[in-house]
């Protein structure tokens, strides 16, 4: 089966660091991805894991452990324009179609 | 650069009537394109995605059915709709060499 589990909610404040994580069972995989998506909008795009590691993209940082199942989203500096709903997806083995968590709501206060 | 429109913004429909959402790509050829539905709530599903004219693959069974007659136009129909179709509809297209999608605006569909 597939599944992939966030938590569904977070906080943190300005200026803060706050970590994403998400966890994957799926019956192949090529690839994770994590979007953004603000209240009524279509989610953007943020990153793409394809092999182990960190990918640092400015202020956005994404983790990929293939062995664990596991990825982190990590977000520095925290604004206020970051809070959004953040969704963990993994692309499947033929490549043709991605899956997507539930999505984690972050939540940045002053 | 590649854009993605998809029309109307929102919509709002009595059950029963019928349905089309309609979603072009601009600035790119031959693109895997997708139909998602986010229910209030719930995470993303894929509905329908389409890896050229005419090819269709379908993820749940419904009564949505999805078309490309171009190869930069996708549409999303329903001969009947139900209240369980209210949702945000959106369109997403695949740029090949990274598999990374991107969406369209989306639609908010109402059913009353």
Request: hydrophobic content about 35%; glycine content about 10%.
């Amino acid at each position: 089966g597939q599944n992939i589990d966030q938590p569904t909610e977070m906080t943190a404040t300005e200026g803060a660091i706050v970590q994403i994580n998400c966890t994957y069972q799926t019956s192949g995989f090529n690839g994770l991805f994590w979007y953004q998506q603000h209240a009524g909008e279509a989610p953007t795009f943020l990153s793409y894991n394809v092999l182990d590691g960190l990918e640092e993209k400015g202020r956005f940082s994404s983790f990929l452990s293939r062995s664990k199942g596991y990825s982190y989203l990590l977000l520095k500096e925290l604004q206020m324009k970051d809070s959004a709903s953040y969704l963990c997806a993994v692309l499947n083995q033929a490549g043709t179609a991605l899956i997507f968590g539930k999505g984690t709501t972050l939540s940045v206060s002053s | 650069s590649q854009t993605i429109h998809q029309w109307p913004a929102t919509l709002v429909q009595p059950v029963g009537s019928p349905l089309s959402l309609e979603c072009t790509v601009e600035g790119t050829s031959n693109p895997n394109l997708y139909w998602y539905r986010q229910a209030a709530g719930r995470g993303l599903q894929l509905l329908f995605y389409s890896v050229g004219i005419g090819q269709i693959s379908s993820e749940v069974p419904q009564n949505l059915s999805a078309s490309r007659p171009q190869d930069r136009q996708f549409i999303l129909s329903s001969k009947k709709l139900l209240l369980s179709d209210s949702g945000f509809y959106l369109c997403a297209w695949t740029e090949r060499t990274t598999d990374t999608q991107y969406f369209g605006p989306g639609t908010r569909l109402t059913v009353l």
